[in-house]
């Protein structure tokens, strides 16, 4: 009989170095085990743990550790290759373990709690009332008709996740179709949908999946470098497949919510299997059962944002991060993690295959093809019939502008709309004027808490900060000398919508941001609009970019593509190209041609020029041999230290402590640079400075952040500043 252990080794979210030590709880219960959540006293507070290890030693004396108060699971809920990932997380972004697996878990489940039961998770359409009875019984009553058109789109079946982003009561319409026996409830959805069939892949499609299917129970990972419209969907859903007649499961990373709802219902018409849905704007409750489902087994796919990286899976076959390249993959406060680089991390631990798909590869996985470490497929080709858009330079120096829009490109619009087409316009920036400016005195609106103007939204009536949220009413005086003259100066995406209508009257327009997105269900009803062709015209900024596949766009207009071509961050080039070369993919994806338009004052710009002559690759390439002659990544490593405080002096203070603090411990190779002001110094009523440490060798720089991080907390001003590490950092603002 093996002996109970004396000291549990618990980790509980809060800036503690490591794990804490407790005894083991007093009386009946679960016996604790690694992996299972444990209710522990702290401070005066009562917190949720987690078990990483069992010992019969501590470093403390053993009367002065405290008892936990109750082991809550009676088996693991972790299992050791997620905990696994988890502390090798927190070691290489040197982040407390329990805040990094405080992430891992919903919030229900993470506060020690388990989401109720549910016992209906979809409905079916019920296929023995024909199709006229149906029509017939939801005649005078839209609301169900809308409902029961939108499963029969899903293929007859519907899940709850599929459901709740609608808008409006839709259980209450649900619940009068289930009266009426048109729809059928069920309580598992495993199969929720027959599997349609494939269209046939193309050479180049083909030799990607066999290449992925060969290593299937094996770990390798691949580079899927397609161009825009080129089938990198097809190549998943393949590799899918293989998994699924495996019988394992496959993780799928998304860079945006609103990408998922397309591939779900993309995924389950083709698979039909049973999917796990998991981002942050699904309830808690959904997303904690979607969790355990994928633990369980029963849930083959999971299709989620980067925190999905962490969900459990019980026979783990397959990992695909889809769009690569996004920003977005990368979480810019807390646990700093990068997703798609901790999924190699987790396949390699799993010994399972990785695919990193991308039109736009980021140096950082085009360097790592280069060395060796990823296979690289490459997708030449758009799939079918479709061509590649031909790419013109509108050059706007002496152009009359309206809302940004100069003659040519209103020419050309009203000539592909006359034909037919669907016009995309892509402009980077919402509201209806970044700037409201005084006339009388030359004074800008600008934000009490930031080095940042005001933004301008007419519809609202209100000024808004897009850097800490900051908004008032808008001013009917300056400020400054209370003139009346204000102007509002430059575009945003309200006002380009609204010239739009007054060019294009008979044309419907859908304007896609983060303003017209905010509603749940607003983002697939647009895109509903699109898709179906009652929106002629598209306008949004990088979320209308971002994997929507919309056949009938013909014609991209890319508004201003200077705003990137001159950033302070060493990316912005990069970030620059990717976006245009993803917004330009968008025209000419069926059989109709497309056309894409860059307005620019530029026009002689060497990054617009290598872009468009000879495309991404080839730009990367050079923006690679660059990078290696400066150090940057990915021929090099960064970690970024960061302190705000109110006021602007104590986080360069303790910056500079800290840089002395780590001179005696950098080696030859690594440099501390710093510590400056942020590019934006003030943000959110807090004052920002950084400390930035360059090394030519990641372990170097790991060894001498692994020595630096304990120190930090116990310099003279650590406590008067709020300071995080960041590894590997993607945003130098």
């Known amino acids: 009989m093996n002996k109970a252990p004396s000291i549990l080794r618990i980790a509980v979210a809060g800036p503690f170095a490591g794990p804490l030590d407790y005894l083991p709880p007093q009386g009946d219960g679960p016996s604790p085990t690694v992996g299972a959540r444990i209710r522990v006293p702290l401070g005066s507070r009562r ?3 987690v078990i990483i290890g069992l010992s ?21 809920l972790l299992d050791t290759t997620t905990l696994s990932l988890a502390q090798w997380a927190a070691r290489y972004y ?36 024909p199709d006229e009875e149906r029509l017939r019984s939801v005649q005078r009553a839209p609301r169900q008709a809308q409902i029961l058109a939108h499963i029969a789109d899903l293929g007859g079946t519907a899940s709850v996740t599929e459901l709740q982003d609608l808008d409006g009561d839709w259980r209450g319409a649900v619940k009068q179709l289930v009266d009426k026996q048109l729809l059928e409830p069920i309580s598992d959805h495993e199969s929720v949908a027959v599997p349609s069939e494939a269209p046939a892949l193309n050479g180049e499609q083909d030799a990607a999946v066999t290449a992925i299917r060969a290593t299937l129970g094996e770990h390798a990972v691949f580079l899927l470098d397609g161009i825009t419209g080129s089938g990198k969907t097809e190549v998943y859903l393949a590799a899918l497949q293989a998994t699924l007649r495996n019988e394992r499961q496959a993780l799928v990373l998304v860079p945006e919510i609103g990408l998922t709802p397309q591939l779900v219902q993309r995924f389950r018409q083709r698979l039909g299997t049973r999917l796990a849905v998991m981002h942050s704007g699904l309830a808690d409750g959904d997303r904690a059962r979607a969790w355990l489902a994928a633990r369980n087994g029963s849930a083959k796919v999971v299709i989620g944002t980067r925190s999905a990286l962490f969900t459990p899976l019980a026979r783990p076959g397959l990992i695909i991060v889809d769009e690569e390249h996004d920003l977005s993959f990368k979480q810019q406060d807390g646990f700093r993690y990068n997703a798609r680089d901790l999924a190699v991390v987790r396949a390699t631990q799993l010994g399972i295959p990785l695919v990193l798909g991308s039109a736009t590869p980021s140096l950082e996985s085009l360097h790592n093809a280069r060395q060796g470490r990823y296979r690289h497929l490459h997708l030449n080709r758009r799939a079918g019939a479709a061509r590649p858009p031909e790419i013109h330079l509108l050059d706007l120096r002496g152009q009359p502008l309206q809302a940004g ?14 034909e037919a087409g669907q016009v995309l316009l892509f402009l980077n920036r919402r509201g209806y004027a970044p700037v409201l400016l005084c006339h009388d005195c030359g004074a800008v609106a600008e934000c009490s808490r930031c080095d940042a103007r005001l933004t301008y939204h007419r519809a609202a009536g209100r000024l808004r900060c897009h850097h800490c949220g900051y908004e008032r009413l808008m001013d009917t005086a300056c400020h400054e000398c209370g003139g009346t003259a204000l102007l509002s100066v430059g575009q945003g995406t309200e006002q380009l919508e609204t010239t739009l209508q007054e060019l294009f009257p008979e044309h419907a327009v859908s304007r896609i941001d983060r303003d017209t997105t905010r509603r749940q ?4 009803a647009l ?70 338009f860059l307005q620019t004052h530029h026009p002689e710009h060497p990054l617009l020029v290598r872009l468009l002559r000879d495309g991404y690759r080839a730009f990367a390439e050079e923006a690679l041999t660059e990078r290696e002659l400066m150090g940057l990544p990915p ?70 952040l692994a020595r630096l991080r304990p120190g930090l907390a116990d310099l003279p001003l650590a406590r008067k500043v709020r300071w995080s590490l960041d590894v590997d950092p993607q945003d130098m603002l």
């Open 635 to 704: 021929c090099g490593h960064l970690a970024l230290l960061r302190a705000e405080a109110p006021a602007a002096g104590p986080p360069r203070a303790f910056l500079e402590q800290a840089r002395e603090l780590g001179r005696p411990l950098a080696g030859e190779g690594l440099s501390l640079l710093g510590p400056v002001p942020a590019p934006m110094e003030r943000r959110a009523g807090r004052y920002r400075a950084q400390l930035l440490v360059q090394c030519g060798d990641r372990r170097m720089l790991q060894r001498f």
């Open 47 to 49: 917190e949720t743990g």
């Open 56 to 76: 019969d030693t501590s470093d403390h004396p053993r009367n002065r550790l405290r008892a936990a108060t109750k082991v809550l699971d009676s088996e693991p």
């Open 405 to 418: 829009l100069s003659p040519e490109l209103i020419r050309q619009m009203r000539r592909h709309l006359e």
């Open 521 to 524: 269900g607003a983002m697939e």
């Open 94 to 129: 040197h982040h407390p373990i329990g805040e990094v697996l405080a992430g891992c878990l919903p919030t229900s489940l993470r506060r020690g709690q388990w989401p109720a039961a549910q016992a209906i998770h979809a409905w079916r359409i019920n296929r023995d009332i």
């Open 527 to 596: 895109l509903d609009d699109a898709h179906s062709g009652r929106s002629r015209i598209l306008l949004g900024t990088q979320m209308l970019a971002k994997g929507h596949d919309l056949p009938d766009v013909s014609l991209v207009g890319i508004l201003d593509c200077d705003q990137g071509l001159f950033g302070a961050d060493f990316r912005a080039t990069e970030r620059m190209a990717q976006l245009i070369v993803q917004v330009s993919g968008r025209a000419g994806r069926a059989q109709r041609p497309g056309e894409v």
